[in-house]
T-cell receptor, first 111, second 115 residues
Framework: DVKVTQSSRYLVKRTGEKVFLECVQD?????MFWYRQDPGLGLRLIYF???????EKGDIPEGYSVSREKKERFSLILESASTNQTSMYLC??????????FGPGTRLTVT | AQSVAQPEDQVNVAEGNPLTVKCTYS??????LFWYVQYPNRGLQFLLK??????LVKGSYGFEAEFNKSQTSFHLKKPSALVSDSALYFC?????????????FGTGTRLKVLA
């Protein structure tokens, strides 16, 4: 079965810090995605990647960047954390049958 | 613009009654549609999908969904609700973008099944 792991379940950071959220998948899937989930707003796409050489901005990329040096690992970087980036962050990969498989999420609090 | 709408923030239903959670979409080309469920303090889990074929698709935990092309809808249904079905449900569509595809999610509908 597909396994998507995220480096932390809970994270507390200070305003201005550089934050790294890591996601690893074990199924050799090409596609990986980062979303943030906020009450009333659903899931919003931050960045996605269809292979190691390709990274695409999603709908809300401002304040974020990504790194994908290896196929199995997709990292989300908050260059300078702000309080409005307090959120639940979800990593996902896409099966060949098109449905997405999600990690457990990282709840980030920026103080 | 490509989008997914879930018009109800919350749906309440009595245990044993049928339930419907609504979803409408707007997307270029043929839609690939999905439903996901999120239980408290858990990640999102895939429930079912429509890619092609029969308009009524069946998924996990007794859920089904009906694809209606003319109404651009993909409503989630279950004939008899259980208290354990109480959760947050998301509808999603696979949408073309910049020569590739992304997934657009609705804002979610909280289902509460009352004993």
């Amino acid at each position: 079965d597909v396994k998507v792991t995220q480096s932390s379940r809970y994270l507390v950071k200070r305003t201005g810090e550089k934050v790294f959220l890591e996601c690893v998948q074990d199924m050799d899937h090409e596609n990986m995605f980062w979303y943030r989930q906020d009450p009333g707003l659903g899931l919003r796409l931050i960045y996605f990647s269809y292979d190691v050489k390709m990274k695409e901005k999603g709908d809300i990329p401002e304040g974020y960047s990504v790194s994908r040096e290896k196929k199995e690992r997709f990292s989300l970087i908050l260059e300078s954390a702000s309080t409005n980036q307090t959120s639940m962050y979800l990593c996902a990969t896409t099966k060949p049958s098109y449905e997405q498989y999600f990690g457990p999420g990282t709840r980030l609090t920026v103080t | 613009a490509q989008s997914v709408a879930q018009p109800e923030d919350q749906v309440n239903v009595a245990e044993g009654n049928p339930l419907t959670v609504k979803c409408t979409y707007s997307v270029s080309g043929n839609p690939y549609l999905f439903w996901y469920v999120q239980y408290p303090n858990r990640g999102l889990q895939f429930l079912l999908k429509y890619i092609t074929g029969d308009n009524l698709v069946k998924g996990s935990y007794g859920f089904e969904a009906e694809f209606n092309k003319s109404q651009t809808s993909f409503h989630l249904k279950k004939p008899s609700a259980l208290v354990s079905d109480s959760a947050l449900y998301f509808c999603a569509v696979r949408a073309p973008t910049s020569g590739t595809y992304k997934y657009i999610f609705g804002t979610g509908t909280r289902l509460k099944v009352l004993a």
